[in-house]
């Protein structure tokens, strides 16, 4: 359990306030009681693989096995102090309130010993108690902050999908042979009513690491397709609307049901539905990443990798998958034309693109020697600030008009 494999683990200490209050008024079988309870609350919040164990009086820990990231032991603290809040219904008692305080410390960073671990712990759920009870602090401070931000951010994100605070840009896809709009990304922002509109890079992460990326991703696709079907009921030409597809959403599996229900519900065509998932998506799934874009693709949506050339990079691989669009991506067009390698890496993607059959588009285009260029070697299509940056729904309307 404490050998040096790079997993890393969650040791929480948890202490119950108010316990002995509970005790001295309503006896040890209420105590007892009690504390069989507390238990079944913590275990319920708890994944197969960890441990809850009681340490004596009131005093339990908890051992949350390969933890990803430091916050995702707050993440669970939290949420079994939110837990323990909630009255109990004893026999002799039917509205009991007791609360909790939680010290963490994480293995191997705080200690590599059971006995380190333990007494590490065992500070941190003192400075817990020390800050007011009811709250969780790790053995050291600098954490504490970070956690406790990240759960700030993440139910303030909560808060912004539910009073629909999320919007969604359009950046328009421009067809080289003819110049003209022929689709749009649909970018998310949120409209936050303080800090102003905040960019994707600043809340996707940490939606996709809290899983509120699932509903924010499906709340992407229903207005994207909602706003599809209205502009071709307002008589705009059909547009190629493409959509972002997390790892997260993607490893999930109901990927194709969700989509399906959304073209349903917003009557949306499906050819002009396209779904652009990442290189680092795909090789996440490996083995069930065909077996979902088959699928996907027999709905008759579209399909794309995104930022081709930032992760893996591996063109012999994606012959594998049933790909319709390779997205190039905006590192390889940075440097056009004062890169001789990148300007090479690109010619070699639209050509190997080219001979797996797929279209390819290039990112991220601003000058326009970048579009000579990539015009040049045969590129299909491109999107970039050169043309626009990702605008609103009406701006886009505006856009495509002025042609
Ligand atoms: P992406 O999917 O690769 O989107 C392209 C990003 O490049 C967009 O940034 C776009 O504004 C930016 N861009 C396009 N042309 C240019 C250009 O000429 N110059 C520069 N400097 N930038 C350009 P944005 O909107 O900030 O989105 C960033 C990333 O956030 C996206 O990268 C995507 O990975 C993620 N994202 C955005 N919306 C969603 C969403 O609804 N779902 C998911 N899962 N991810 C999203
Ligand atoms: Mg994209
Ligand atoms: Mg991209």
Redesign the pocket.
Known sequence: MWSGDGRQMGLLMLDLDRFKAVNDSLGHLAGDELLQQVAERITARLRDVDMVARLGGDEFIVLLEDIVQPEDAARVAKEIIADLNRPFCLSMSDNVRIGASIGICLYPKHGDSPELLMDHADDALYQAKDAGRGCFAYFSEDLTLVAQERIALESRLRQAVEQQELRIFY?PQVDFASGHIVGA????RWQDPVDGLV???SF?PIAEESGL?VE??AW?LHETCRQGRQWLDEGLPPLTLA????PHQFRRGDICAMVATVLDETGFPPEQLEL?ITETGLMENQENAVVILNSLRAQGVRLAI??FGSGYSSLGYLKNFPLDVLKID?SFIDDIPFHQDDMEIAATIVAMGHILGFKVLA????TAAQLAFLQEKGCDSY???IKS??VSAHEFVELLRKK
Not at 185 to 188: F, G, I, M
């Open positions: 950046q990304e649909a970018l998310v960019q994707p890079l996707i990326i924010i991703g992407v959509v972002n597809v997390s652009e995104d930022d905006k990112e991220g285009v601003e999107q970039g600030y940056q990702p």
